[in-house]
Protein backbone atom coordinates (compact mmCIF):
# COMPACT_ATOMS: atom_id res chain seq x y z
CA UNK A 1 0.00 0.00 0.00
CA UNK A 2 1.19 3.32 -1.07
CA UNK A 3 2.85 5.50 1.91
CA UNK A 4 2.32 3.24 4.48
CA UNK A 5 5.33 0.93 6.21
CA UNK A 6 4.46 -1.68 8.51
CA UNK A 7 6.56 -3.35 11.23
CA UNK A 8 5.07 -6.66 12.81
CA UNK A 9 4.59 -7.18 16.66
CA UNK A 10 4.45 -10.60 18.74
CA UNK A 11 3.41 -10.57 21.70
CA UNK A 12 3.75 -13.95 24.05
CA UNK A 13 3.22 -14.58 27.46
CA UNK A 14 3.03 -18.51 28.75
CA UNK A 15 1.43 -19.96 31.98
CA UNK A 16 -1.79 -18.79 34.13
CA UNK A 17 0.58 -17.19 36.16
CA UNK A 18 1.66 -14.90 33.46
CA UNK A 19 -1.57 -14.32 32.53
CA UNK A 20 -2.97 -13.33 35.75
CA UNK A 21 0.00 -10.55 36.24
CA UNK A 22 -0.79 -9.51 32.16
CA UNK A 23 -4.61 -8.57 33.94
CA UNK A 24 -3.14 -6.98 37.07
CA UNK A 25 -0.92 -4.66 35.07
CA UNK A 26 -3.11 -3.90 32.79
CA UNK A 27 -6.11 -3.10 35.08
CA UNK A 28 -3.51 -1.01 37.29
CA UNK A 29 -2.53 0.84 34.09
CA UNK A 30 -5.87 1.69 33.17
CA UNK A 31 -6.67 2.97 36.92
CA UNK A 32 -3.11 4.63 36.99
CA UNK A 33 -4.15 6.54 33.38
CA UNK A 34 -7.86 7.64 34.74
CA UNK A 35 -5.86 9.24 37.49
CA UNK A 36 -3.31 11.02 36.45
CA UNK A 37 -5.75 12.32 33.39
CA UNK A 38 -8.71 12.91 35.69
CA UNK A 39 -11.35 11.08 33.64
CA UNK A 40 -13.62 11.59 36.44
CA UNK A 41 -12.40 14.35 37.57
CA UNK A 42 -13.51 16.59 34.46
CA UNK A 43 -16.96 15.91 35.07
CA UNK A 44 -19.32 17.75 37.24
CA UNK A 45 -21.90 16.41 39.28
CA UNK A 46 -24.26 15.74 36.92
CA UNK A 47 -21.55 13.97 35.16
CA UNK A 48 -21.28 16.25 32.66
CA UNK A 49 -17.89 17.75 31.20
CA UNK A 50 -16.61 20.72 33.24
CA UNK A 51 -13.13 21.07 32.35
CA UNK A 52 -11.21 21.75 29.07
CA UNK A 53 -7.66 22.10 31.37
CA UNK A 54 -4.81 21.92 27.92
CA UNK A 55 -5.04 22.68 24.74
CA UNK A 56 -5.93 19.39 22.84
CA UNK A 57 -8.59 18.68 25.66
CA UNK A 58 -9.50 16.26 28.38
CA UNK A 59 -7.29 13.04 27.09
CA UNK A 60 -4.88 15.03 25.23
CA UNK A 61 -5.59 13.74 22.31
CA UNK A 62 -8.47 16.24 20.61
CA UNK A 63 -11.54 14.42 21.49
CA UNK A 64 -14.14 16.00 23.63
CA UNK A 65 -16.37 14.16 27.01
CA UNK A 66 -18.76 12.00 26.10
CA UNK A 67 -21.45 13.99 27.09
CA UNK A 68 -19.94 17.03 24.79
CA UNK A 69 -22.59 17.72 22.23
CA UNK A 70 -22.66 21.08 20.47
CA UNK A 71 -24.50 22.81 17.67
CA UNK A 72 -23.97 21.80 14.15
CA UNK A 73 -24.99 24.80 12.54
CA UNK A 74 -24.49 28.75 13.33
CA UNK A 75 -23.21 31.59 11.97
CA UNK A 76 -22.03 35.37 13.07
CA UNK A 77 -26.02 35.87 14.76
CA UNK A 78 -27.59 32.42 15.25
CA UNK A 79 -26.85 30.44 18.07
CA UNK A 80 -24.01 33.00 19.12
CA UNK A 81 -25.21 32.47 23.14
CA UNK A 82 -22.67 35.59 23.71
CA UNK A 83 -19.70 36.83 22.07
CA UNK A 84 -16.82 38.95 23.83
CA UNK A 85 -14.47 41.00 22.27
CA UNK A 86 -10.72 40.29 23.35
CA UNK A 87 -8.08 42.72 23.44
CA UNK A 88 -4.79 42.98 21.81
CA UNK A 89 -3.33 39.92 19.35
CA UNK A 90 -3.54 35.74 20.83
CA UNK A 91 -3.94 32.45 18.72
CA UNK A 92 -3.13 30.25 21.91
CA UNK A 93 -6.68 28.23 22.47
CA UNK A 94 -8.79 28.86 25.65
CA UNK A 95 -9.06 26.18 28.44
CA UNK A 96 -11.58 26.21 30.73
CA UNK A 97 -12.13 25.27 34.39
CA UNK A 98 -15.31 24.60 35.89
CA UNK A 99 -17.24 27.80 34.96
CA UNK A 100 -14.27 29.82 34.24
CA UNK A 101 -12.41 30.42 30.62
CA UNK A 102 -8.95 31.59 30.86
CA UNK A 103 -6.85 32.47 27.20
CA UNK A 104 -3.84 34.82 26.74
CA UNK A 105 -3.29 38.16 24.67
CA UNK A 106 -0.55 40.64 24.33
CA UNK A 107 -1.61 43.92 24.13
CA UNK A 108 0.07 46.43 22.07
CA UNK A 109 1.12 49.68 24.01
CA UNK A 110 0.65 51.81 21.13
CA UNK A 111 -2.92 50.97 20.54
CA UNK A 112 -4.75 48.11 18.38
CA UNK A 113 -3.27 48.53 15.64
CA UNK A 114 -2.12 45.11 13.59
CA UNK A 115 0.42 44.32 11.06
CA UNK A 116 -0.55 45.11 7.17
CA UNK A 117 -1.04 41.26 5.86
CA UNK A 118 -1.08 42.30 2.35
CA UNK A 119 1.36 40.30 0.14
CA UNK A 120 2.37 41.93 -3.43
CA UNK A 121 0.01 44.82 -3.02
CA UNK A 122 -3.29 42.55 -3.00
CA UNK A 123 -5.22 41.38 0.02
CA UNK A 124 -6.85 37.82 0.59
CA UNK A 125 -10.16 38.34 2.22
CA UNK A 126 -10.11 39.73 5.58
CA UNK A 127 -6.77 40.97 5.39
CA UNK A 128 -5.50 37.69 5.77
CA UNK A 129 -2.91 35.98 3.58
CA UNK A 130 -4.06 32.72 3.50
CA UNK A 131 -1.74 31.19 5.72
CA UNK A 132 1.46 31.58 3.16
CA UNK A 133 4.54 31.22 5.50
CA UNK A 134 7.56 33.19 4.97
CA UNK A 135 10.26 35.53 6.38
CA UNK A 136 10.74 39.10 5.90
CA UNK A 137 7.86 40.59 3.93
CA UNK A 138 5.34 39.26 6.20
CA UNK A 139 6.75 39.65 9.55
CA UNK A 140 5.59 42.33 12.11
CA UNK A 141 8.73 44.27 13.48
CA UNK A 142 9.70 44.38 16.67
CA UNK A 143 9.85 47.47 19.13
CA UNK A 144 6.41 48.14 20.55
CA UNK A 145 5.79 47.87 24.32
CA UNK A 146 3.27 45.04 24.45
CA UNK A 147 1.35 44.22 27.61
CA UNK A 148 1.39 40.18 28.05
CA UNK A 149 -1.72 39.74 29.58
CA UNK A 150 -3.91 36.77 31.19
CA UNK A 151 -7.63 36.67 31.10
CA UNK A 152 -10.33 35.21 33.22
CA UNK A 153 -14.03 34.85 31.78
CA UNK A 154 -17.42 33.45 32.74
CA UNK A 155 -18.43 30.39 31.17
CA UNK A 156 -21.91 31.79 31.71
CA UNK A 157 -21.97 35.06 30.09
CA UNK A 158 -18.44 35.86 28.81
CA UNK A 159 -18.26 38.86 31.43
CA UNK A 160 -14.24 39.31 31.89
CA UNK A 161 -14.02 37.77 35.91
CA UNK A 162 -10.61 39.34 36.13
CA UNK A 163 -7.83 40.32 34.16
CA UNK A 164 -3.80 40.29 35.46
CA UNK A 165 -0.79 42.26 33.44
CA UNK A 166 2.13 39.94 33.84
CA UNK A 167 4.84 41.81 32.08
CA UNK A 168 5.11 44.43 29.84
CA UNK A 169 8.24 44.49 27.62
CA UNK A 170 9.53 45.76 24.40
CA UNK A 171 10.08 42.54 22.23
CA UNK A 172 13.69 41.59 21.60
CA UNK A 173 12.49 40.33 17.65
CA UNK A 174 9.19 40.64 15.12
CA UNK A 175 7.45 37.89 14.40
CA UNK A 176 5.07 36.26 11.44
CA UNK A 177 1.85 38.14 10.43
CA UNK A 178 0.19 34.94 11.10
CA UNK A 179 1.74 34.78 14.54
CA UNK A 180 1.37 36.65 17.64
CA UNK A 181 3.49 37.53 21.09
CA UNK A 182 1.36 35.20 22.79
CA UNK A 183 0.85 32.12 21.07
CA UNK A 184 1.36 28.84 23.37
CA UNK A 185 -1.69 28.27 25.26
CA UNK A 186 -2.05 28.07 28.96
CA UNK A 187 -2.80 24.78 31.25
CA UNK A 188 -4.50 24.43 34.85
CA UNK A 189 -4.82 21.39 36.95
CA UNK A 190 -7.68 23.04 38.76
CA UNK A 191 -5.66 24.25 41.77
CA UNK A 192 -2.87 27.04 39.73
CA UNK A 193 -2.74 28.15 36.50
CA UNK A 194 0.27 28.29 34.28
CA UNK A 195 1.10 30.70 31.25
CA UNK A 196 3.61 30.73 29.03
CA UNK A 197 4.72 33.85 27.15
CA UNK A 198 8.10 32.30 26.39
CA UNK A 199 10.71 34.97 25.94
CA UNK A 200 8.38 37.17 28.43
CA UNK A 201 8.23 34.73 31.05
CA UNK A 202 6.88 31.80 32.47
CA UNK A 203 4.33 32.25 35.17
CA UNK A 204 2.13 30.72 37.92
CA UNK A 205 -1.13 32.37 39.19
CA UNK A 206 -4.21 31.17 41.14
CA UNK A 207 -7.76 30.59 39.38
CA UNK A 208 -8.34 34.10 40.68
CA UNK A 209 -5.25 36.14 39.07
CA UNK A 210 -3.01 35.90 41.82
CA UNK A 211 0.45 35.89 40.71
CA UNK A 212 2.28 33.06 43.12
CA UNK A 213 5.69 32.69 40.97
CA UNK A 214 7.24 33.82 37.92
CA UNK A 215 10.34 32.11 35.92
CA UNK A 216 12.32 34.25 33.06
CA UNK A 217 14.26 31.49 30.81
CA UNK A 218 15.53 33.81 28.43
CA UNK A 219 15.25 34.95 25.39
CA UNK A 220 14.65 32.68 22.22
CA UNK A 221 15.69 33.53 18.59
CA UNK A 222 13.45 32.11 16.67
CA UNK A 223 14.10 31.18 12.37
CA UNK A 224 13.16 33.68 10.75
CA UNK A 225 11.86 36.23 13.42
CA UNK A 226 8.49 33.67 13.23
CA UNK A 227 7.98 34.27 17.18
CA UNK A 228 7.60 31.43 19.58
CA UNK A 229 4.31 28.96 19.73
CA UNK A 230 5.08 25.86 21.95
CA UNK A 231 3.02 25.36 24.83
CA UNK A 232 3.42 24.38 28.32
CA UNK A 233 2.47 20.62 29.26
CA UNK A 234 1.87 19.83 32.74
CA UNK A 235 1.89 16.15 34.96
CA UNK A 236 1.63 16.11 38.51
CA UNK A 237 3.68 18.48 39.82
CA UNK A 238 5.44 19.20 36.76
CA UNK A 239 5.34 21.82 34.64
CA UNK A 240 7.76 21.12 31.14
CA UNK A 241 8.66 24.16 28.93
CA UNK A 242 9.98 23.65 24.93
CA UNK A 243 12.64 26.15 24.73
CA UNK A 244 14.02 25.25 21.08
CA UNK A 245 15.34 28.22 19.13
CA UNK A 246 18.12 29.29 17.37
CA UNK A 247 20.14 29.52 19.69
CA UNK A 248 20.97 26.80 22.43
CA UNK A 249 17.73 24.41 22.86
CA UNK A 250 16.61 23.32 25.87
CA UNK A 251 13.81 20.95 27.48
CA UNK A 252 13.16 22.41 31.09
CA UNK A 253 11.08 20.71 33.81
CA UNK A 254 9.75 23.14 36.52
CA UNK A 255 8.54 22.81 39.62
CA UNK A 256 5.17 23.65 39.33
CA UNK A 257 4.50 24.76 42.91
CA UNK A 258 7.27 27.17 43.05
CA UNK A 259 8.79 27.57 39.34
CA UNK A 260 12.18 26.19 40.83
CA UNK A 261 14.49 24.10 37.64
CA UNK A 262 14.11 20.28 38.35
CA UNK A 263 16.40 19.90 35.10
CA UNK A 264 16.90 21.36 32.30
CA UNK A 265 18.93 18.92 29.25
CA UNK A 266 20.22 20.65 25.45
CA UNK A 267 18.59 19.86 22.46
CA UNK A 268 20.33 19.42 19.04
CA UNK A 269 17.08 21.37 17.22
CA UNK A 270 16.87 24.26 15.34
CA UNK A 271 13.58 26.51 16.22
CA UNK A 272 10.13 24.33 16.73
CA UNK A 273 6.78 24.81 17.79
CA UNK A 274 5.88 22.00 19.53
CA UNK A 275 3.96 21.08 22.61
CA UNK A 276 5.05 18.30 24.56
CA UNK A 277 2.83 15.42 25.15
CA UNK A 278 4.07 13.44 28.76
CA UNK A 279 2.28 10.00 29.54
CA UNK A 280 2.47 7.45 31.65
CA UNK A 281 4.18 4.19 30.49
CA UNK A 282 5.06 0.68 33.06
CA UNK A 283 5.44 3.28 36.02
CA UNK A 284 7.45 4.98 34.35
CA UNK A 285 6.69 8.95 33.00
CA UNK A 286 7.83 9.95 29.44
CA UNK A 287 7.88 13.48 27.76
CA UNK A 288 7.83 13.15 24.24
CA UNK A 289 9.18 16.05 22.15
CA UNK A 290 8.87 16.45 18.22
CA UNK A 291 11.78 17.75 16.30
CA UNK A 292 13.28 18.28 12.78
CA UNK A 293 16.52 16.13 13.90
CA UNK A 294 15.11 13.68 16.22
CA UNK A 295 11.73 13.02 18.19
CA UNK A 296 12.59 11.88 21.54
CA UNK A 297 11.65 10.72 25.17
CA UNK A 298 13.13 11.77 28.24
CA UNK A 299 12.33 10.87 31.42
CA UNK A 300 9.82 13.04 33.44
CA UNK A 301 11.92 12.69 37.10
CA UNK A 302 15.35 12.63 35.96
CA UNK A 303 15.41 14.39 32.33
CA UNK A 304 17.22 11.45 31.30
CA UNK A 305 17.00 10.48 27.54
CA UNK A 306 14.91 7.32 27.23
CA UNK A 307 14.97 6.79 23.29
CA UNK A 308 15.21 9.02 19.99
CA UNK A 309 13.99 8.54 16.27
CA UNK A 310 15.11 10.28 13.21
CA UNK A 311 12.45 10.78 10.23
CA UNK A 312 10.71 13.79 10.87
CA UNK A 313 10.91 16.97 8.28
CA UNK A 314 11.25 19.84 9.52
CA UNK A 315 9.72 22.51 11.47
CA UNK A 316 7.39 20.19 13.65
CA UNK A 317 4.32 21.91 15.39
CA UNK A 318 1.88 19.02 16.00
CA UNK A 319 1.73 17.21 19.32
CA UNK A 320 1.94 13.56 19.67
CA UNK A 321 -0.53 11.61 20.68
CA UNK A 322 -1.04 8.13 22.08
CA UNK A 323 -3.12 5.01 21.78
CA UNK A 324 -2.06 1.67 23.57
CA UNK A 325 1.18 1.72 23.75
CA UNK A 326 2.36 3.52 20.68
CA UNK A 327 2.40 7.14 20.08
CA UNK A 328 2.38 8.50 17.04
CA UNK A 329 4.40 11.80 15.95
CA UNK A 330 3.99 13.89 12.93
CA UNK A 331 4.94 16.80 11.01
CA UNK A 332 3.88 18.17 7.60
CA UNK A 333 6.08 20.96 6.39
CA UNK A 334 8.46 20.39 2.59
CA UNK A 335 7.69 16.60 3.03
CA UNK A 336 5.29 14.31 5.19
CA UNK A 337 6.22 11.91 7.91
CA UNK A 338 3.96 10.02 10.59
CA UNK A 339 5.63 7.58 12.65
CA UNK A 340 4.14 4.97 15.35
CA UNK A 341 6.38 4.49 18.33
CA UNK A 342 6.68 1.70 20.51
CA UNK A 343 6.43 3.52 24.37
CA UNK A 344 8.94 0.59 25.52
CA UNK A 345 11.78 1.91 22.89
CA UNK A 346 15.11 2.68 24.29
CA UNK A 347 18.42 4.51 22.27
CA UNK A 348 17.94 4.80 18.80
CA UNK A 349 15.71 3.17 17.19
CA UNK A 350 15.70 4.77 13.67
CA UNK A 351 15.31 2.04 11.02
CA UNK A 352 14.19 -0.54 13.45
CA UNK A 353 10.77 -2.58 14.54
CA UNK A 354 10.15 0.03 17.59
CA UNK A 355 8.79 2.03 14.57
CA UNK A 356 5.75 -0.06 14.27
CA UNK A 357 3.79 1.56 11.30
CA UNK A 358 5.11 5.05 9.40
CA UNK A 359 3.44 7.22 6.64
CA UNK A 360 4.55 9.51 4.19
CA UNK A 361 1.84 10.43 1.96
CA UNK A 362 0.24 13.21 4.22
CA UNK A 363 0.53 14.68 7.73
CA UNK A 364 -0.44 18.39 9.18
CA UNK A 365 2.29 21.22 9.41
CA UNK A 366 0.62 23.51 12.15
CA UNK A 367 -2.46 21.50 12.89
CA UNK A 368 -2.65 18.66 15.64
CA UNK A 369 -4.39 15.00 15.12
CA UNK A 370 -7.52 14.22 16.80
CA UNK A 371 -7.66 10.36 17.44
CA UNK A 372 -11.53 8.74 18.08
CA UNK A 373 -11.33 5.37 19.23
CA UNK A 374 -8.53 3.62 17.19
CA UNK A 375 -9.02 6.63 14.26
CA UNK A 376 -6.34 8.76 13.77
CA UNK A 377 -7.92 12.22 11.97
CA UNK A 378 -5.35 14.28 10.35
CA UNK A 379 -5.36 17.23 7.10
CA UNK A 380 -2.61 17.30 4.88
CA UNK A 381 0.06 20.31 5.60
CA UNK A 382 -2.00 23.49 6.21
CA UNK A 383 -4.78 22.37 2.90
CA UNK A 384 -8.30 21.71 4.08
CA UNK A 385 -8.01 17.88 2.93
CA UNK A 386 -8.73 15.39 5.91
CA UNK A 387 -7.48 11.60 6.05
CA UNK A 388 -8.50 8.90 8.16
CA UNK A 389 -6.01 6.19 8.79
CA UNK A 390 -6.32 3.01 11.70
CA UNK A 391 -3.64 4.04 14.50
CA UNK A 392 -2.85 0.96 15.43
CA UNK A 393 -2.16 -0.39 11.51
CA UNK A 394 -1.57 2.81 9.39
CA UNK A 395 -3.95 1.65 7.26
CA UNK A 396 -6.21 3.57 5.02
CA UNK A 397 -10.02 3.92 6.53
CA UNK A 398 -10.94 6.98 4.50
CA UNK A 399 -8.35 8.79 2.05
CA UNK A 400 -7.32 12.29 1.26
CA UNK A 401 -10.46 14.24 1.23
CA UNK A 402 -11.30 17.67 0.61
CA UNK A 403 -13.23 19.84 3.34
CA UNK A 404 -16.01 22.13 1.45
CA UNK A 405 -15.87 25.94 2.88
CA UNK A 406 -12.10 26.26 4.40
CA UNK A 407 -9.35 27.66 3.11
CA UNK A 408 -5.76 27.66 5.30
CA UNK A 409 -6.31 25.89 8.50
CA UNK A 410 -3.98 26.76 11.51
CA UNK A 411 -6.19 25.54 14.32
CA UNK A 412 -6.36 21.86 15.27
CA UNK A 413 -10.02 19.67 14.64
CA UNK A 414 -12.00 18.04 17.81
CA UNK A 415 -13.86 15.69 17.92
CA UNK A 416 -17.74 15.73 19.78
CA UNK A 417 -20.79 14.67 20.34
CA UNK A 418 -19.96 12.12 17.16
CA UNK A 419 -18.57 14.52 14.64
CA UNK A 420 -15.36 16.93 14.27
CA UNK A 421 -14.97 20.06 13.91
CA UNK A 422 -12.50 21.53 11.48
CA UNK A 423 -12.12 25.56 11.74
CA UNK A 424 -10.21 27.54 9.33
CA UNK A 425 -8.66 31.11 8.45
CA UNK A 426 -11.27 32.56 6.21
CA UNK A 427 -13.41 32.03 9.71
CA UNK A 428 -15.41 29.12 8.44
CA UNK A 429 -15.69 25.76 10.64
CA UNK A 430 -16.76 22.85 8.82
CA UNK A 431 -18.37 20.12 10.53
CA UNK A 432 -18.39 16.70 9.70
CA UNK A 433 -19.61 13.39 10.53
CA UNK A 434 -17.41 10.00 9.74
CA UNK A 435 -19.85 7.22 8.76
CA UNK A 436 -18.92 4.12 6.80
CA UNK A 437 -15.71 5.44 6.29
CA UNK A 438 -16.73 8.63 4.48
CA UNK A 439 -16.28 11.90 6.27
CA UNK A 440 -20.00 13.44 5.40
CA UNK A 441 -20.30 16.99 5.21
CA UNK A 442 -23.08 18.03 7.90
CA UNK A 443 -22.50 21.96 7.93
CA UNK A 444 -19.66 24.95 7.01
CA UNK A 445 -20.17 27.74 9.39
CA UNK A 446 -18.82 31.14 9.12
CA UNK A 447 -18.32 33.78 11.88
CA UNK A 448 -16.54 36.15 9.97
CA UNK A 449 -12.78 36.58 11.68
CA UNK A 450 -10.06 34.84 11.24
CA UNK A 451 -9.72 31.68 13.64
CA UNK A 452 -6.35 30.28 14.16
CA UNK A 453 -6.90 29.13 17.74
CA UNK A 454 -8.52 25.43 18.44
CA UNK A 455 -12.21 24.81 18.85
CA UNK A 456 -12.98 23.82 22.19
CA UNK A 457 -16.03 21.59 23.44
CA UNK A 458 -17.18 22.10 26.64
CA UNK A 459 -21.06 20.67 27.08
CA UNK A 460 -23.79 21.48 24.91
CA UNK A 461 -21.49 24.68 23.68
CA UNK A 462 -18.56 25.42 21.04
CA UNK A 463 -15.94 28.24 22.20
CA UNK A 464 -14.30 30.05 19.12
CA UNK A 465 -11.81 32.11 19.50
CA UNK A 466 -11.67 34.72 16.08
CA UNK A 467 -8.91 37.13 15.84
CA UNK A 468 -10.90 39.77 18.02
CA UNK A 469 -13.63 37.84 20.24
CA UNK A 470 -14.13 35.00 21.82
CA UNK A 471 -17.58 32.92 20.77
CA UNK A 472 -19.66 30.98 22.55
CA UNK A 473 -21.62 28.99 20.46
CA UNK A 474 -24.87 27.09 21.65
CA UNK A 475 -28.52 25.96 20.72
CA UNK A 476 -30.83 28.86 22.02
Known sequence: ???????????????????????????????????????????????????????????????????????????????????????????????????????????????????????????????????????????????????FVVLCLSRNDGSVIWQKEVQRAVPHEGLHDTNTYSSPSAVTDGRRLYASFGSFGIYCLTLDGDIIWSRDLGEMRTRNAFGEGGSPALYGETLVVPWDHEGQSRLFALNAQTGEIQWQVDRDEPTTWATPFITDFNGRHQVITNGTVRVRSYDLATGELLWECAGQVANPIPTPLRIDDLVICMTGYRGFAIQAIQLSARGNITGTAAIVWSRNDAAPYVSSAVLIDDKLVFTKSRDAIASVVNARTGDVLVPQTRLPGLDTLYASPIAAGGRIYFAARNGQTTVVELRDNELKTLATNDLGETIDASPVAIGNYLLLRGDRHLYCIGEK
Open 1 to 147: MKGIKVNSILLKSSGSGSKALILIALTCAILLRAVAHGDDAHRDNRGEQAHWPNWRGPSFNGCADASANPPVTWNATDNIVWKTPIPGRGINTPIVWGDKIFLLTAIPQGGEARPDNSVGGERSPRGERGGQRGGGRGAAPAGEEQS
